[in-house]
């Protein structure tokens, strides 16, 4: 192997793969390669045609072997903060969860717990082939910026911002409209556009039984202004619904509400939109909103979401883990196959019948790739394999028990693809992933270390969990 010219100029040649391109005409090259050059993808086509045209100029040529290419994954709802808190706060309704663990768990982290806990999630994104993702708020987003550097990954992070309504804790960062927002600013100026492009930062709003109108209005604004996105959570629970519509004065609920605040925008990700009515999705579809569907999640708390009504009137829809307490795998694999089967499953029970097309494997591949670069504002530059776009793919390697044999590629990639078949990933046009070593970090030292902290934490928020068996020693 020769050695890397520098990065704006070093040439990296894989062959020999099978390219899902998920570009717009859906192309696949049953043999083909990808040409990086520096951080972006030079060309693609035939290996014959690529070898030819491209060998002189490669400084490394990889050979796949038959291996599956994809656009990195997208994982669009993604609480970092919270992987610490995995098992804290399970069999246990959403507002119990929030009041009575999150919150107080959240609010009791220093940025190094944040750091240490983003370290510890991106481990698990990386390793179900996540190069990209959107943060749905914590309290310290330097914290997660500096992991995100390190590990390699894309992000869009944002604080987690509340400035009213039940359950907010006494010691959370920011509580009034002006805090909320000047604090944002300050985290943009820090953070946007920085490790190499790869971060950008977006305005976050937690949720609506949380949020005066004005500090809607106040992020409405600002994110507009600085042309970033916003990510909420969305219509998750009836009693979200039933509050809006008893204090606001509205005929539904959060959707028909945000509508009249002129939140419903193009750069407003909304998580969940579980419980939203017809009218609710046109409007969602009309103003071109971008919904992140959890279904692991949404099945423990929150219900089922009317995905395929959102697919069917054109809503933008892409695929979340959430966090580690709600899901509590941060595996996008798993997630498309959930996704798969709840979206069956509800539809055949909507219709008193079968309905194994809804929702098919080729609609999961786009929800995580092309969908959610759209949900994070990044498709000029993400979400397909194409000349031209930043070089952020996925190594799949599916000659194992679990995906074997391969007689529809694309069916294999959803319904039988494991975590443990993601084998290289690419962010960048940087390894962040090879042959299943994660290269930035120490792993186990990141594992040690953040177990240590989750502990020390849970006893500074003073939480203890009950005993679900009889503990005999
Ligand atoms: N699932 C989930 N729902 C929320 N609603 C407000 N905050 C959260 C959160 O952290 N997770």
Redo the contacts with the bound molecule.
């Keep these: 192997m020769e050695e890397e010219k520098g990065d704006g100029s070093r040439v990296l040649l894989l062959h020999n793969a099978v390219i899902v391109t998920m570009d717009n005409d859906l192309r696949v090259f049953q043999n083909g390669s990808v040409v990086v050059a520096g951080d972006r993808i030079e060309a693609i086509g035939r290996s014959s045609d690529i070898l030819r045209e491209f060998s002189d100029r490669a400084n490394e040529t990889l050979d796949l072997e038959g291996r599956f290419l994809l656009p990195g994954f997208i994982n669009t709802h993604v ?1 970092t903060s ?1 992987q610490l808190a995995r098992g804290i706060a399970d069999d246990v309704d ?1 507002m119990t ?2 009041h009575a663990r ?2 107080p768990y ?1 609010s009791n982290m220093t940025e190094e717990d944040s750091y240490l806990s983003t370290l510890l999630c991106g481990i698990e994104l990386i390793r179900s082939g996540v190069t990209c993702f959107a943060e ?2 914590g309290q310290h987003v330097s914290g997660m910026a500096r992991a995100v550097e390190l590990l390699g990954l894309r992000a869009c992070l944002v604080q ?1 911002t509340m400035d009213s309504g039940q359950g907010l804790p006494t010691n959370w960062s920011t509580v009034s409209i002006d805090h909320c927002i000047e604090s944002q600013i300050e985290l943009y100026k820090r953070h946007h556009n920085t490790a190499n492009g790869r971060i950008r930062v977006w305005f976050g709003l ?2 609506i ?2 949020a005066t109108d004005e500090l809607i209005a106040a992020t409405r604004e600002i994110a507009q202004e600085l042309k970033t996105g916003i990510h909420m ?1 969305v219509a ?1 629970i009836p009693f979200e619904n039933e509050l809006v519509m008893d204090t606001r004065k509205v005929d539904h609920g959060t959707v028909s509400y945000l509508d009249k605040l002129g939140l419903l925008r193009s750069n407003l990700l909304a ?2 939109s579980v419980w939203v009515n017809d009218d609710e999705i046109r409007s969602l579809a009309n103003a071109d909103v971008k919904v992140s569907h ?1 279904p692991a ?1 949404a099945m423990r ?2 219900g089922f979401a009317p995905i395929k009504e959102m697919l069917d009137l054109g809503v933008c829809v892409s695929l979340g883990t ?2 580690a ?2 899901n509590n795998r941060m595996s996008i694999v798993d997630e498309m196959y959930v996704a798969s089967l709840i979206n069956k499953g509800r539809e055949a029970y909507i219709k008193g019948s079968t309905s194994p097309t809804a929702l098919p494997a080729e609609v999961m591949l786009k929800m995580v790739t092309a969908n959610g670069a759209k949900a994070v504002l990044w498709d000029d530059d993400i979400g397909s394999i194409e000349a031209g776009k930043k070089a952020d793919m996925v190594i799949i390697n599916p000659f194992s028990w679990s995906m074997l044999p391969l007689h529809d590629s694309i069916s294999s990639l959803v319904y039988c693809m494991r975590t443990e078949n993601i084998e290289s990933v690419m962010c960048n046009g940087q390894w962040i992933m090879k042959d299943k070593k994660i290269l930035n970090i120490n792993e186990e030292e990141v594992i040690s270390l953040a177990v240590k902290a989750s502990s020390n934490i849970l006893k500074r928020a003073g939480i203890s969990l009950p005993q679900r068996f009889n503990l005999i020693c």
């Design positions: 609480h919270q959403l969860w929030l999150i919150w959240e749905a708020g987690s937690r949720q039984m949380n959570h998750e998580a969940h959890c999640a708390m929150l959430d966090g307490p709600s």
